[in-house]
């Protein structure tokens, strides 16, 4: 199998200064960065073209699917890490994104930890990305996949893909704190089915952005 992971273009999250929700759509700069990947991807062979619920990474995977001529499936594992509702639309610079700011940093190596105890914790986060990738293993193995979705989901599955099964926490979370994802970067992985294991072959290529 080869992979495409794609991160979705810009939201006005952060001209507004608020924290990104589910359904916030892509600012015009967003569109024209989907537009600039899906230019870049019509080049490759893609069979199938797969897709996060909300809205920034389905509005930059309909632009996508429009240039290569594939209908777009959607998952329900490879949305973004759920926050806490109560940060959803909160000012950046407010008292309660200050107070969930110096509580992650106290509980910053807590895999297990969610804000209050709501939304989801990066174990959460992970079980998903596994999910996701025992699910392209059975249906997808000799197919070219198209995935768009979000920075903290690529970054995990990128690093699960590169650990395998057993992992450490620390090395996990040193990681996953080290790597970021442009809007519209582009990472490229393989799996062979014989040696059952994945290859990074290219991480966030975003040129076709600048």
Not at 31 to 56: C, F, N, P
């Amino acid at each position: 199998m080869n992979l495409y992971l794609v991160r979705h273009g810009k939201t006005g999250a952060k001209e507004s200064n608020k924290q990104q929700t589910p359904t916030l759509h892509l600012s015009e700069e967003g569109r024209l960065q989907a537009l600039a990947v899906a230019k870049r991807l019509e080049k490759e062979r893609i069979d199938v073209v797969i897709s996060s619920k909300w809205y920034r990474a389905f509005e930059t995977a309909a632009i996508i699917s429009k240039r290569v001529g594939l209908d777009i499936k959607t998952s329900e594992w490879i949305h973004e890490k759920k926050y806490n509702p109560c940060l959803y639309e909160v000012d950046l610079d407010s008292r309660l994104f200050m107070e969930y700011l110096s509580a992650a940093k106290k509980f910053e190596k807590d895999l297990d930890w969610r804000f209050d105890g709501a939304g989801e914790s990066i174990r959460d986060l992970i079980v998903r990305v596994r999910r996701f990738q025992n699910y392209l293993i059975k249906n997808y193995i000799n197919q070219n996949v198209l995935v768009v979705s979000h920075g903290l989901f690529i970054r995990a599955f990128i690093i699960l893909a590169i650990l395998g099964e057993k992992y450490d926490d620390d090395i996990f979370y040193q990681i996953y704190t080290s790597i970021s994802i442009n809007n519209a970067g582009v990472s490229y992985l393989d799996y062979s089915i014989d040696r059952n294991r994945w290859g990074l072959i290219y991480f966030n290529d975003h040129l076709h952005v600048e």
